[in-house]
């Protein structure tokens, strides 16, 4: 029955992928493409994700070949998936399901069609998931396979993208808090802690590769500056002198989106050095905006992550297709024949019509994931919310930090989902250990 899973899924990946070869491409993965042709990197996408786009153009000359990896690594998680659920509910109806599901849902064939860090970053959220909940699962110590599963991917999680960290240290930290796996978390906790910050400082120290601009990490308090700007809020002359400096008032009032920044960031006569130079003033100013608008701050906060929340909101980009901006000439399928273009033609209105379009809206997700994590705690206990916590970290840093509507910011939950739902449903119908504790604070290190 798994082989024959896998084989469907592997048919249907590779169709749809036969159907945007090489690759779908956004602008950060021209950038990072075009790193790898001028062997020369920066950090604004993380830079672990283009050397490992350059090792496999060592094999393969093309994006292609970051493609192919997707779908190889996909199909290995895919199989431990379906063991697991296939233990967790000991039935062959929940295994075809969720196999149906990786198949043959649009989403799937065309993220990973998509070069994207947020493909392989989504599939070690979900090997880091499944490592928490086998330990999780076990009252034993967790066994070197689960260790060695935990630290890998978790390494992955840490690299592939900038507040990965933050979800591997805050999870890990809740994993340690379990009696029988405190020690094995620490020591992975440990480990992680210095493989990534000696990569950062090989990265600025040894290689000399520049981070991300400072604007990156301000998508909140800049695009509550423009919403107040273009209301308008209450904003004085020296504060309106100082949002000048960085780019000038028509591009400020003019707010294009009420869910993005981009369009500021991206605007040619954005000038992000003001901020990077003196951040401090800048922040005061933020501050001084809020206190004198909060009716306004708050609004463009809410508009700004309604795609997380809200039900009635659809996410951006969950139907990729094509190179985009198509600079460097790559070229698409040699085969332009009608099965691949009906194909990828079929998919792209599946994705954009009900109850398909219901089902990649973000808010579903989170809900259902919400009530799971729920269901395992109170029938499991407060130990059973851990192989949650990278989901839930991930959404929070996403609202705290980079609020965004493209979809594949929140591809990790769609391939986790299926795990967490069957821990849930396994929990409830009592096949689960009797309740773990949770150390106490005194036993803690």
Known sequence: MIPALLALAALVWTATWGGHYPANMTPDSISQWDQVLRNEYHDWAPVAHTLLIKATSLMWASPAAMIALHISVMLVLLYAVLKEIDALLFGPVAVVTTGLYYALHPIHGTMLSTLVKDVPF???????????????????PPRIERIVLLAGSGLVVALLRHQGILV??????????LSHARRPGLIVLA????????????????????????????????????????????????????????????????????????????DPTFSPAPIQIQPEPYFRLWMDLIRQNPGLATSAVLNQTKVIWNPMQDADNTHNNGVNPNTLGLVHAPWPGPLFSRLVNHSGRLLTSAPI??????????????????????????????????IALLVLTLVALIPTPDFRYFYPAYLTAPLLLAHAASCRRKKVHPPLTMSSPSTVI
């Open 168 to 177: 591997v240290v805050l999870s890990l930290s809740g994993l340690a808090a």
């Open 122 to 140: 989504s599939m070690a959220v979900a090997a880091y998931s499944l490592a928490l909940l086998q330990i999780v699962r076990s009252d034993e």
């Open 357 to 390: 379009s219901w089902s990649v809206r973000p808010s579903w997700i989170h809900l259902l994931l919400i009530a799971a994590a729920w269901v395992s705690v109170r029938h499991g206990g407060l130990a059973q919310i851990i192989p949650f916590l990278p």
């Open 191 to 266: 480990l992680l802690l210095v493989a990534t910050c000696g990569w950062k400082l090989m990265l600025r120290q040894g290689w000399h590769i520049a981070g991300s601009p400072i604007t990156e990490a301000l998508a909140i308090p800049l695009q509550q500056a423009a919403s107040i700007a273009a209301t308008p809020g209450h904003i004085s002359g020296p504060q309106r002198t100082m949002m000048e400096a960085v780019a000038p008032w028509d591009v400020w009032s003019n707010q294009k989106s009420i869910h993005s920044i981009d369009w500021l960031k991206f």
